[in-house]
Nanobody, 123 residues
Framework: QVQLVESGGGLVQAGGSLRLSCVAS????????MAWFRQAPGKERESVAA???????YYADPVKGRFTISRDNGKNTVYLQMNSLKPEDTAVYYC?????????????????WGQGTQVTVSS
C-alpha cells in the first residue's frame, strides 16, 4: 500500500504562485506515474498534470504554460509549481499514483490517492 501526503496549499492572490508537494511511501516511487488532479466546489474532479516514470509530462489545457510538474525520486516527492494563479484555479488538489503505462489523465486508472490540499486564489 502506498500512502501519499500532499502539502503546500493555501490562500494566494491572483497572479501569485504556490508550490504543492506530495510525498509517497514505499520503495517503488521511481516506477510510478504521478499526477495531480483537482476538484472545485460543485464540479467533477479533473486532471491537472502528470509525469511518467521516465520524466515525460502531460498538462491539461487550462494550466499549460502556468503550471510545472516535476519529481525527485531520491525524495519520493512530486511537485506542482503553480504560477500566474487565477481564481478559477481554486480547488482541492489531489496527488495520485499508478503503476503501469497508458493514458495519464483518467482518474479511474490511478491506484493511490492523497487526502488533498486546498488551494484558494482570491481576485
Amino acid at each position: 500500500q502506498v500512502q501519499l501526503v500532499e502539502s503546500g496549499g493555501g490562500l494566494v492572490q491572483a497572479g501569485g504562485s504556490l508550490r504543492l508537494s506530495c510525498v509517497a511511501s514505499g520503495p517503488f516511487f521511481s516506477t510510478y506515474t504521478m499526477a495531480w488532479f483537482r476538484q472545485a466546489p460543485g464540479k467533477e474532479r479533473e486532471s491537472v498534470a502528470a509525469i511518467r516514470s521516465g520524466g515525460s509530462t502531460y498538462y491539461a489545457d487550462p494550466v499549460k504554460g502556468r503550471f510545472t510538474i516535476s519529481r525527485d525520486n531520491g525524495k519520493n516527492t512530486v511537485y506542482l509549481q503553480m504560477n500566474s494563479l487565477k481564481p478559477e484555479d481554486t480547488a482541492v488538489y489531489y496527488c495520485a499514483a499508478k503503476t503501469g503505462l497508458g493514458v495519464v489523465h483518467l482518474q479511474y486508472t490511478y491506484d493511490y490517492w492523497g487526502q488533498g490540499t486546498q488551494v484558494t486564489v482570491s481576485s
